[in-house]
């Protein structure tokens, strides 16, 4: 069974500073997807970057970017200029042939 | 503005009560996802739907949570009879599943459960 392992519960850092959230995860699959969801305050759901597993290049969206390491299966996220708006849960996500498993999040603050 | 939408926002109730949850999927998306958020437990996956056919429930307590879609523009997620500790926000989420399609789930806003 595939697992997510999200080992920082907790960070917080100073507005303007770069961050990096950790992921790994366990899989026998070759083609799978990996997300990143942001869950503001107000609780919805928002999918910030993407990556397909059969491709080498690190996904990019803006200040956020992954450290995709599919043999180590590690999936970090890199924040960048961190904004006072990043405050969040963050989760990172596994989708393999149909479901998409969740970790239990990291709770990220940016501090002014 | 395509997005899932789901009722009740929110729902306060006494054990042992019956609860409905409804979500309407984007249009035009294949899988169906319901998941149950909990601070000690995060996001638990109770069930899935693709194409309309369920496909995987085994994250459910089989013996009170429902999960069906009566058509393509529905899903529900009953709970009966419900108890404390079903207290959680449910989420819908749909998405598209085929080809190379990468397959991220749009989620709903959630319903907030209390079970007093």
């Known amino acids: 069974a595939q697992t997510v392992t999200q080992s920082q519960p907790e960070m917080s850092v100073q507005e303007a500073e770069t961050v990096t959230l950790s992921c790994t995860y366990d899989t026998s699959e070759n083609n799978y997807y990996l997300f990143w969801y942001k869950q503001p305050p107000s609780r919805q759901m928002i999918l910030v970057i993407r990556q397909e597993a059969y491709k080498q290049q690190n996904a990019t969206e803006n200040r956020f970017s992954v450290n995709f390491q599919k043999a180590a299966k590690s999936f970090s996220l890199k924040i960048s200029d961190s904004q006072l708006g990043d405050t969040a849960m963050y989760f990172c996500?596994?989708?393999?042939?149909?479901?998409?498993?969740f970790g239990k999040g990291t709770r990220l603050h940016i501090l002014p | 503005d395509a997005r899932v939408t789901q009722t009740p926002r929110h729902k306060v109730t006494e054990m042992g009560q019956e609860v409905t949850m409804r979500c309407q999927p984007i249009?035009?998306?294949?899988?169906v996802f319901w998941y149950r958020q909990t601070m000690m437990q995060g996001l638990e996956l109770l069930a899935y739907f693709r194409n309309r056919a369920p496909l995987d429930d085994s994250g459910m307590p089989k013996d009170r949570f429902s999960a069906e879609m009566p058509d393509a523009t529905l899903a529900t997620l009953k709970i009966q009879p419900s108890e404390p500790r079903d207290s959680a926000v449910y989420f819908c989420?749909?998405?598209?599943?085929?080809?190379?399609?990468?397959?991220?789930?749009?989620f709903g806003e959630g319903s907030r459960l209390t079970v007093l």
């Open positions: 989420a749909s998405g598209w599943r085929g080809g190379l399609a990468g397959g991220e789930l749009f």
């Open positions: 996500a596994f989708r393999g042939d149909d479901k998409i498993i």
């Open positions: 249009l035009g998306h294949n899988t």
